[in-house]
């Protein structure tokens, strides 16, 4: 298995050590993770099984659909937690007006961000009416790890959102539903009565309790349960690209995709944010960082009136800092996993890039261009950040590699 040119510094021989020592690791843990699947699918199947209508077998069996006029319909089997989680994670009746669900935009085949990569954020459920900030992706968001300060250094890492505002996906989970730029429900209460109405109530409350319905709060705290334990299932983090084949053995990167690596992991000097020497890899070191992103005119949040947007054209994201109401983190964002990135066009907490080799351009030619930055305070100009002194030959290699990031994801979604 050659991952690494053999031409590499000294400073560089510590991550291929940590390379070659976690690859075998992951490829263990990869195995166990392929177990777990077979289960699910194992599961399914006998589900399927139990349900007394066609077999699917063209054995000659008359026992076939009968066109449903049964007297009595068999009872729906009741789901578990991550399948509720998945009918309401799906449900489009669970916004005002009706039409948007989270997986509209955290869509699989998206890559688990919103489909409509035309346009830098996502339209919420009302026509028109976009939020101000770029979908990311919600596959390996379970790995994200609670807000907190440093321990060895200044700075922060972890928390969900861009800006790291929530600590768990229960927590996330809980926002949408409610945000007028978004599901636009008036307050919890309108959410759970359509819960109550839905085809899985029986099984919310057979998870949940008999009268659930009755206590809101509960009713929607538990609404946020069934979702994250859907976000936490191997759908969403099913580490099965080609780089996880790659270091599992099983396949060989082509010679731009190596060259990629090597500069992801040497002078693009990018795994120094989107770190690879962890397991499971997930190409973030999640810490919170400005690096000069410029400013999106084109994002639709601009365009809103003033009351879903005060600041009018004027808006600048300051990120952490308005979370943490300190300067000094104003303008940073949590480093993204790179993981599916080929996939979530466009680019960027405001969505300013709209393909990958523009995203590798602005880190190789940032300062070479005098590249003006949504907000310029805490700009991070560490190594070369801004200039690499890349060719445009090594620019679209770096491209060639993310897209080796890319799952083996369902063209549609089940539903
Ligand atoms: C209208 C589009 C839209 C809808 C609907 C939506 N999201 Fe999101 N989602 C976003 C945006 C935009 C962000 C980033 C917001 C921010 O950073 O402030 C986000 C962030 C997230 C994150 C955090 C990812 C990370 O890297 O921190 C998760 C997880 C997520 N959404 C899951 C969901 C779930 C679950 C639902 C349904 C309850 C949902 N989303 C509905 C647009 C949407
Ligand atoms: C100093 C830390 C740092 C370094 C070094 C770094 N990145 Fe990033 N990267 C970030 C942060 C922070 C963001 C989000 C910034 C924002 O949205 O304002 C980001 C965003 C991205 C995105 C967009 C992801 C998305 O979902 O929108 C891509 C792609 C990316 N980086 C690739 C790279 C590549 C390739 C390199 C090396 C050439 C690199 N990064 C080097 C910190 C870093």
Redesign the pocket.
């Known amino acids: 298995m050659k991952i690494i040119n053999t031409d590499i510094n000294i400073c560089q021989m510590g991550l291929v050590v940590l390379l070659i020592v976690l690859f075998p690791l992951n490829a263990i843990a990869e195995g166990g993770d392929r177990d777990n699947k077979k289960k699910k699918h194992r599961h399914k199947n006998k589900m399927q099984v139990e349900q007394p209508v066609d077999d699917g077998g063209d054995d000659g069996d008359p026992v076939v659909d009968d066109g449903g006029d049964d007297p009595v319909d068999p009872v729906d089997p009741v789901l578990t937690l991550a399948e509720l989680g998945e009918a ?2 799906k449900d489009t009746n ?2 005002n007006p009706p039409g ?3 997986e ?3 869509t699989a085949s998206a890559g688990f961000a ?1 489909p409509d990569s035309d346009i830098a ?5 009302i026509a028109g009416v976009f ?8 596959s390996y ?1 379970q790995h ?1 790890p609670a807000f907190r300060a440093r321990v060895n250094g200044p700075g922060f890492v972890g ?7 929530v600590n768990t ?1 229960e927590e ?2 809980a ?3 409610l ?1 007028p ?3 636009n429900n008036a307050d919890e209460q309108e959410v759970v009565l359509k819960l109550s109405q839905a085809e899985y109530a029986t099984s919310f409350e057979a998870i949940f309790g008999a009268g659930v319905f009755n206590d809101i709060e509960l009713a929607y705290l538990s609404m946020t349960e069934a ?2 334990e859907f ?1 936490r299932t191997d759908e969403f983090s099913p580490f099965s690209s080609k780089f996880d084949a790659v270091i599992a053995g099983s396949d060989t990167f082509t010679e731009q995709e190596q060259n990629g690596f090597n500069l992801f992991v040497g002078d693009g000097q990018c795994s120094r944010c989107h770190a690879i020497n962890q397991n499971p890899n997930l190409f973030t070191n999640f810490r919170y960082f400005n690096i000069g992103v410029p400013a999106n005119p084109d994002n639709p949040f601009l365009t809103l009136d003033s009351t879903l947007n005060p600041d009018g054209a004027a808006f600048v994201d300051l990120g952490l800092g308005a979370v943490l109401n300190d300067d000094a983190e104003n303008g940073k964002f ?1 480093v ?2 790179l993981r599916n990135v080929g996939l979530t066009a466009p680019y960027m ?1 405001n969505g300013v890039f709209a393909t990958l080799n523009e995203v590798v351009d602005f880190y190789n030619t940032r300062d070479v261009n005098n590249v003006v930055p949504e907000l310029d305070e805490n700009v991070n100009n560490g190594g070369n950040i801004g200039n690499l002194g890349l060719s445009d030959d090594e620019v679209t290699d770096i491209v060639a590699f993310l897209h080796t990031l890319s799952d083996d994801l369902p063209a549609e979604t089940d539903q």
Do not use: K
């Not at 928390?159 to 505002?165: C, E, I, N, S, V």
């Open positions: 309401i994670y669970l916004s948007q669900s989270c509209s935009c955290h919103d954020t996502s339209e919420g459920a939020g101000s900030r770029n979908s990311p992706t919600a968001a994200i928390g969900l959102f861009w800006d790291g505002r996906l996330q989970a926002g949408p539903f945000n730029l978004e599901m979702i994250a976000e949590r993204p996993t907490h």
